[in-house]
Antibody, heavy 121, light 105 residues
């Protein structure tokens, strides 16, 4: 079955860049209907969609984060990545990668377990 | 962006009882999705297109609604249903979620 797993540093210093990678197994990131997404959840709070990348490299970001975020994909390694620059305490969250499946609706149908990122000097 | 507002924030119910969760959108939607997040777990898709259950989701979960008002009902709460539930709109970018309803004993 399809599985996603996030990986990356759990601690990032303020003003530095957060970098995470999502490894996809059980399916190819090249699926026509699949867009690969990042979502975050600050401790005790709700969910915020960050953006997606398509296997072609096409991206779409949340305007609230667009100036600081880059999502990229490596189809040869079946993985995709998140970069968030100039982080502050407000960026501390549980970061999830997920498959965004377009089947007449944009649905986050497979999620990773999430990885906790703390922002502190 | 479309703002999703869920109510109540917390719903206290007993096992076997019915739970009704509400979600209101700031703009009219053709449909939406619901996710369940159990403690310490990632969210999972429950319902899409307002009322279509995702594969493997029990029939006690049902969704309804239209326009700006949507509802998720759980007909007879089981212990594993105590969780936080989020609605999500996919009618416009960015995708947005409601703040969640925690269903507790």
């Amino acid at each position: 079955q399809v599985q996603l797993r996030e990986s990356g540093p759990g601690l990032v210093k303020p003003s530095e860049t957060l970098s995470l990678t999502c490894f996809v197994s059980g399916d190819s990131v090249r699926g026509d209907s699949y867009y690969w997404s990042w979502i975050r959840q600050p401790p005790g709070k709700g969910l915020e969609w960050i953006g997606y990348v398509y296997y072609s490299g096409t991206t779409h970001y949340n305007p609230a984060l667009r100036s600081r975020v880059t999502i990229s994909i490596d189809t040869s390694s079946n993985q995709f990545s998140l970069r968030l620059t100039s982080v502050t305490a407000a960026d501390a969250a549980l970061y999830y990668c997920a498959r965004l499946n377009y089947d007449s609706a944009w649905l986050l149908d497979i999620w990773g377990l999430g990885t906790l990122v703390t922002v502190s000097s | 962006e479309i703002v999703m507002t869920q109510s109540p924030t917390t719903l206290s119910v007993s096992p076997g009882e019915r739970a009704t969760l509400s979600c209101r959108a700031s703009e009219s939607l053709s449909s939406l999705a619901w996710y369940q997040q159990r403690p310490g777990r990632a969210p999972r898709l429950l319902v899409h297109h307002t009322s279509t259950r995702a594969p493997g989701i029990p029939a006690r979960f049902s969704g309804s609604g239209s326009g700006t008002e949507f509802t998720l009902s759980i007909s007879s709460l089981q212990s594993e249903d105590f969780a936080v539930y989020y609605c999500q709109q996919y009618g416009a970018w960015p995708l947005t979620f409601g703040g969640g309803t925690k269903v507790e004993i």
